[in-house]
């Protein structure tokens, strides 16, 4: 299989990433709605749709705004424009999505922990979308740089590159079978195994923004790293407790 992958179906190119992008979306959705009926939902049905729609608006937003950030420095011609505006990032997404959802449990008043029914549906879309990506090649900016280490492929431009798509793929499954065992085996409080899944997600994605030819950096850092830290900073109370908790 030849890598970018663009099959086509009655003389039409197909768009890899962006079929698997919204199938991603649809089958993490249906499979959050069969959590929901199996499992005991401490929070009422207006309140949850509540809940929805707040991290739906704030993982829109934030996943637009942080990938305007990623470039800035662009010309402001039309075209530039237009790509910026459809310019999106996961990382933007899970962060505004957290931000949402908090400003939404104000406005209602609810008070119990949301984000642990999403926890799997979420890695299961990450997960999904990042075959996606990998399929796409050098056509969307998750490719890694050059490298003459064993792990290089031909991602579409005649170079060898860190496949950092196979890399999440890879950490995805790791991170899904360890928060399955968290789950099932360990004492966690409600709300806490979205805060280990946000913890080590930004934390993979922190290390692995090395691997990538970012060209916008601050303090040496990317603004997915920026988010990252920013993302364990909010979480940093929680991570102390745990830490004082182990020893």
């Not at 984000?115 to 879309?125: A, C, E, N, T």
Request: include cysteine; charged fraction near 15%.
């Amino acid at each position: 299989m030849q890598i970018p992958f663009q099959p086509e179906l009655f003389g039409i190119t197909l768009n890899t990433h962006l079929i698997l992008e919204y199938l991603a979306f649809f089958i993490a959705f249906r499979y959050y709605v069969i959590l929901r009926r199996k499992g005991d939902d401490h929070i009422n049905s207006g309140n949850r749709l509540s809940i929805i729609l707040g991290a739906t608006l704030g993982a829109l937003i934030g996943s637009r705004f942080i990938g305007i950030l990623e470039n800035p420095l662009v010309d402001f011609s039309a075209e530039h424009i237009i790509n910026l505006l459809n310019t999106k990032t996961i990382m933007g997404g899970l962060f505004g999505g957290l931000l949402g959802v908090e400003l939404a449990k104000k406005i209602i008043g609810e008070q119990a922990s949301s984000g642990d029914l999403f926890v799997f549906p979420i890695i299961l879309g990450i997960f999904i979308g990042r075959v996606g990506c990998f399929l796409s090649g050098i056509n969307e900016f998750t490719y890694g740089n050059v490298t003459t280490s064993s792990f290089g492929m031909d991602l579409g431009d005649g170079l060898l590159r860190h496949p950092t798509s196979l890399y999440e793929l890879i950490f995805l499954v790791m991170l899904w079978l360890g928060l399955q065992f968290l789950h099932k085996r360990a004492n966690l409080k409600n709300g806490e195994l979205f805060k280990l899944f946000m913890l080590a997600y930004f934390g993979f994605r922190f290390g692995i923004e090395f691997l990538k030819p970012n060209v916008f950096h601050v303090f040496g850092l990317s603004t997915i790293q920026l988010l990252c830290v920013i993302c364990w900073l909010y979480y940093s109370k929680f991570l102390i407790q745990k830490l004082n908790n182990a020893s």
